[in-house]
């Protein structure tokens, strides 16, 4: 898949094309609806299919903090089966106007000759463009617009602000279904104090991004994913308040041992919510409860 980061001026990517837009963070199941409405409009054309989109890590009109970096969120939108992704830092073109945007972005950088968007979709200085706005100034150009209407899931409008919420609550099962697949974390396996070691329960430490979303703070069953292969974790999002309290981080004890990873990519899936974090009077107590901890592990992987 083709993925390019939005120069003013860059030169033009494609001449023909169908281009989704929006900031699909999660890339939910509504956004999955709108990319299939618009992967079928490019198939019936014979055209590539592009999504514009926005950094991930680059502040948005919306102050809530993305699911998922632009790494991951680029997997995601490949899933879907486009051809190629242009993602832009919000910053550099907040100030565009609608007709700006629409000329030097859709039809000079990825020739769109159909434009996809949701129903709330908002574009320009200002947020001063929506849908409409987007249909009529495509329609100038001789161009299509397409408009996706609302998503209904468990009888309301699905949103990535929904989400969050069941997250914060700790409602993974559905959280997963409202992602289309369950929520993760991903990064490099790092050294931690090898608190865990010295106590015999070694763990997989993944520092957290402190510009994407946070999940609710405890204690989950899931499982960990590196190296071509998978393993049962009991996994621990949380500041460690047994040992002296320090930064939100990771920490995964895995279900079966592996050999040393550090360094290695992994991919951390949290599958249920089993407890909230809490400080223990020792190291013996902790690891008690971590055995319980386990087994309920088990019995839901």
Known sequence: MDIRTYEIGMQPIAEDSVVAIGVFDGVHLAHRELLHRAKEEAAKRRLPLYVFTFSAEAPTAKTSKPLYSSAEKCRLLASSGCDGVLLSPFSLVSSFSAERFVKEILLQTLGCSLAVCGFNFRFGAK???????????????????????????????????????????????????????????????????????????????????????????????????????????????????????????????????????????????????????????????????????????????
């Open 127 to 301: 947020a001063s463009g929506d849908a409409a706005t987007l249909s009529s100034l495509m329609a100038a150009y001789g161009k299509e617009t397409l408009t996706v209407e609302p998503f209904v899931w468990n009888g309301d409008v699905l949103s990535t602000t929904r989400i969050r919420e069941l997250l914060l609550n700790g409602d993974m099962e559905n959280a997963a279904e409202a992602l289309g697949e369950r929520y993760h974390l991903t990064g490099n396996v790092e050294h931690g104090r090898r608190l865990g070691h010295e106590i015999g329960l070694p763990t997989l430490n993944l520092s957290v991004d402190d510009g994407l979303f946070a999940p609710k703070q405890g204690v989950y069953a899931g499982r960990c994913e590196m190296n071509g292969r998978e393993y049962a974790a009991v996994v621990n999002f949380g500041t460690c308040p047994t040992f002296g309290a320090r930064r939100p981080h990771v920490e995964a004890h895995l279900l079966s041992p592996i050999d040393d990873c550090y360094g290695d990519s992994v991919k951390i899936t949290l599958v249920a919510y089993l407890r909230e974090e809490r400080k223990f009077d020792s190291a013996d107590a902790l690891l008690k409860q971590i055995e319980n901890d386990t087994r309920k592990a088990r019995s839901i992987l």
